[in-house]
T-cell receptor
Framework: GQQLNQSPQSMFIQEGEDVSMNCTSS?????WLWYKQDPGEGPVLLIA?????ELTSNGRLTAQFGITRKDSFLNISASIPSDVGIYFC????????????FGKGTKLSVKP | NAGVMQNPRHLVRRRGQEARLRCSPM?????VYWYRQLPEEGLKFMVY????????ESGMPKERFSAEFPKEGPSILRIQQVVRGDSAAYFC???????????FGPGTRLTVL
């Protein structure tokens, strides 16, 4: 089945740094969502985007729905230790289809 | 706790046994979805249900897997005659009206010995 291309696969952060990650697809989506997953837990919805070009913030998180509908990015400003985890993008094609299509995730770790 | 509930959180089965995973959606949500996650992977869609109906099962393996969402009670994902390759985390999600805004439960980690 199709998957979204999410990058980077992993990154190390130092407290206070800004972080950027993105997701691309070969086909169009009507909705983009960003989730965070902590070890042993389920994904938690961070931001949902519904319109091409839409820019939405949730605290220190900002996400954009690409104008072509084939990509999205997530920025985290002034990172803090509790930001570590795995971030997933997910796309929905629209209509009554139930399935979200997920990227493989970006793993955020703290710089040693 | 008004979130999606799943139980058990961990399940160990021997090859050939049956696994039953339960999911109670958020209050007021009538759409339920099941996903499977292998280590280091994203979630893969399995099935989408509304009360007493399977809407989309395009991600379900053809054999041994079944799902239901009865009028009363939780949604059940059932895996018969489990094999080692079924070991994974299984997540349930629910939504209210918008099928694109899905909220996930904590998952059931299935280990097949």
């Amino acid at each position: 089945g199709q998957q979204l291309n999410q990058s980077p696969q992993s990154m190390f952060i130092q407290e206070g740094e800004d972080v950027s990650m993105n997701c691309t697809s070969s086909s169009i989506f009507n909705t983009w969502l960003w989730y965070k997953q902590d070890p042993g837990e389920g994904p938690v919805l961070l931001i949902a985007l519904y319109k091409a070009g839409e820019l939405t913030s949730n605290g220190r998180l900002t996400a954009q729905f690409g104008i072509t509908r084939k990509d999205s990015f997530l920025n985290i400003s002034a990172s803090i230790p509790s930001d570590v985890g795995i971030y997933f993008c997910a796309g929905h094609r629209g209509g009554s289809q139930g399935n979200l299509i997920f990227g493989k995730g970006t793993k955020l770790s703290v710089k040693p | 706790n008004a979130g999606v509930m799943q139980n058990p959180r961990h399940l160990v089965r021997r090859r050939g046994q049956e696994a039953r995973l339960r999911c109670s959606p958020m209050k007021g949500h009538s759409h339920v979805y099941w996903y499977r996650q292998l280590p280091e992977e994203g979630l893969k869609f399995m099935v989408y249900l509304q009360k007493e109906n399977i809407i989309d099962e395009s991600g379900m393996p053809k054999e041994r897997f079944s799902a239901e969402f009865p009028k009363e009670g939780p949604s059940i994902l059932r895996i018969q005659q489990v094999v080692r390759g079924d070991s994974a985390a299984y997540f349930c999600a629910s939504s209210q009206d918008r099928v694109n805004e899905q909220f996930f439960g904590p998952g059931t980690r299935l280990t097949v010995l």
